[in-house]
């Protein structure tokens, strides 16, 4: 399920649960991040469980450089990152951005 992220309460909030979270940072006037943003929604209707909160960073600059500040990474977009009790577990951008990848990193998180 991806939900759009309502401000840096709810992204904290996000972070602060036990299970691991997805934070997909997207550009809606981008093809590479439409291609990224099919793969997260391909490796999300086969994990049901998993939660993407997504950021559009045209229509919420402020919240996207938050997000690229709490985590300590350069902005990017695409970006995609696999959260794991608040820390990065696993990041990628642009064409790294893959269900493939997705599942070998979900994975890899027991």
Known sequence: MIITLAGQDHVEQLLA???PVWILK????????????DEVESFLSTHPD???GMVVV?????????IATR???VHQSPQLFLMQRGKVAWSASHWSITAAAMAT??????
């Open 105 to 110: 990193e979900r994975g890899r998180l027991v």
């Open 71 to 73: 985590l300590g990474r």
């Open 50 to 52: 998993d939660v993407a």
């Open 26 to 37: 997207h550009s809606n006037t981008c093809p590479t991040s439409a291609a990224a943003l």
């Open 58 to 66: 045209q229509l919420d600059r402020p919240l996207s450089n938050w």
């Open 17 to 19: 649960g036990v299970a």
